[in-house]
């Protein structure tokens, strides 16, 4: 006779745990962490670079590069402007996890850091569901994905702490009805910051670098 | 595909629990997922077989049971169900909605066989 017993105990647990763990060790070293999420092809690495370009003369930065493939091309745009970079290759898994995210901040330098910036798999889905122990949580929506992907993707949306919408540039060019963009935003996640932008012509970019930099004052005064 | 990671979550979980109860057998797992948890039952099913292989929880049945997803009016105080797509306040239009459920995911409950 089988008999029932009681569990309730929340499937992302372990990961929550040591996601935790990493936002204590990450807290108390006074390095701000970021997970950037965004889908493929919506521009992350540039977006990262020029972020890095913006701020490297008062902040000290490291980048964790995601990718499912063995591929370095990301990390070794990072290098190249002379900032430490980590690969992660998640071996065909679609999103970093927190035991990844744990071996990609052992690898940095965190007493000579004041920014971490992760760049998440390029996935809309799974990395919404593996905190990763960061900060925040930012999402890059490229103009040329949609205005209905709120809708289609609202578990992202819902954890978000920042949404960059960028290559507003392209705006002329595409139908991108942003009342209803932002409809959607507003009803998963009601007043997020947001900043539009455009990483290729700088339009908009200042006000996130200011935005971030206050972030990462606030981290150090802590 | 997450499931395979998620279905070794569960797994360990309700081994866990399974041997804090000195069970025999598991033979079967509830699991409690929201409207909006982008989790597809078919898949964690089919990863279930694979990686429950050789464990106490091999043969045992997964039950998914779903919670529809509430949205509540902050303007109007109205309660209302997710349709097929997000929608403002179908009594007075606003977007200052919250979610209320839809968003849950965890293993609620295991059955087992006891040792003799």
């Given at each position: 006779?089988?008999?029932?017993?009681?569990?309730?105990?929340?499937?992302?647990?372990?990961?929550?745990?040591?996601?935790?763990?990493?936002?204590?060790?990450?807290?108390?070293?006074?390095?701000?962490?970021?997970?950037?999420?965004?889908?493929?092809?919506?521009?992350?690495?540039?977006?990262?670079?020029?972020?890095?370009?913006?701020?490297?003369?008062?902040?000290?930065?490291?980048?964790?590069?995601?990718?499912?493939?063995?591929?370095?091309?990301?990390?070794?745009?990072?290098?190249?402007?002379?900032?430490?970079?980590?690969?992660?290759?998640?071996?065909?898994?679609?999103?970093?996890?927190?035991?990844?995210?744990?071996?990609?901040?052992?690898?940095?330098?965190?007493?000579?850091?004041?920014?971490?910036?992760?760049?998440?798999?390029?996935?809309?889905?799974?990395?919404?569901?593996?905190?990763?122990?960061?900060?925040?949580?930012?999402?890059?929506?490229?103009?040329?994905?949609?205005d209905d992907k709120p809708y289609?993707?609202?578990?992202?949306y819902?954890?978000?702490?920042?949404?960059?919408?960028?290559?507003?540039?392209?705006?002329?060019?595409?139908?991108?009805?942003?009342?209803y963009f932002k409809q959607g935003v507003e009803l998963l996640?009601?007043?997020?910051?947001?900043?539009?932008?455009?990483?290729?012509?700088?339009?908009?970019?200042?006000?996130?670098?200011?935005?971030?930099?206050?972030?990462?004052?606030?981290?150090?005064?802590? | 595909?997450?499931?395979?990671?998620?279905?070794?979550?569960?797994?360990?979980?309700?081994?866990?629990?399974?041997?804090?109860?000195?069970?025999?057998?598991?033979?079967?797992?509830?699991?409690?997922?929201?409207?909006?948890?982008?989790?597809?039952?078919?898949?964690?099913?089919?990863?279930?077989?694979?990686?429950?292989?050789?464990?106490?929880?091999?043969?045992?049945?997964?039950?998914?049971?779903?919670?529809?997803?509430?949205?509540?009016?902050?303007?109007?105080?109205?309660?209302?169900?997710?349709?097929?797509?997000l929608?403002?306040?179908?009594?007075?239009?606003?977007?200052?909605?919250?979610?209320?459920?839809?968003?849950?995911?965890?293993?609620?409950?295991?059955?087992?066989?006891?040792?003799?």
């Open positions: 006779m089988p008999t029932k017993v009681a569990v309730v105990e929340k499937i992302m647990d372990a990961n929550d745990q040591v996601a935790s763990q990493i936002r204590d060790k990450l807290t108390s070293k006074k390095v701000l962490a970021i997970n950037l999420m965004a889908s493929p092809g919506a521009g992350k690495t540039t977006f990262i670079l020029r972020t890095i370009q913006e701020l490297a003369s008062r902040l000290r930065i490291g980048v964790i590069e995601g990718d499912t493939a063995p591929v370095t091309i990301d990390a070794d745009k990072i290098t190249a402007v002379g900032m430490p970079a980590v690969q992660i290759n998640t071996g065909g898994e679609c999103h970093l996890d927190a035991m990844m995210m744990s071996s990609g901040i052992n690898q940095l330098p965190l007493d000579d850091l004041d920014l971490i910036i992760v760049e998440n798999v390029g996935n809309l889905i799974c990395p919404a569901a593996f905190n990763l122990g960061t900060h925040l949580n930012v999402l890059i929506a490229s103009i040329p994905e949609g289609k993707y609202p578990n992202i819902r954890g978000l702490d920042v949404l960059i919408v960028s290559k507003t540039d392209l705006l002329p060019y595409i139908k991108f009805n942003m009342d996640n009601p007043g997020l910051s947001t900043f539009a932008l455009s990483a290729t012509t700088g339009d908009g970019f200042s006000n996130w670098i200011e935005w971030l930099e206050k972030q990462a004052e606030l981290m150090k005064q802590n | 595909m997450h499931e395979l990671a998620v279905t070794e979550n569960i797994l360990s979980i309700a081994l866990k629990h399974a041997e804090q109860n000195q069970a025999a057998r598991v033979t079967d797992i509830n699991i409690t997922i929201g409207q909006l948890s982008s989790i597809v039952d078919d898949s964690i099913q089919f990863y279930w077989d694979i990686v429950s292989e050789e464990t106490i929880c091999h043969g045992a049945k997964l039950h998914f049971k779903r919670i529809p997803a509430e949205f509540f009016c902050t303007d109007c105080k109205t309660q209302f169900a997710m349709n097929q797509e929608a403002p306040c179908p009594n007075c239009g606003s977007f200052r909605v919250r979610i209320v459920t839809g968003e849950e995911f965890f293993l609620d409950s295991i059955e087992i066989e006891r040792k003799e």
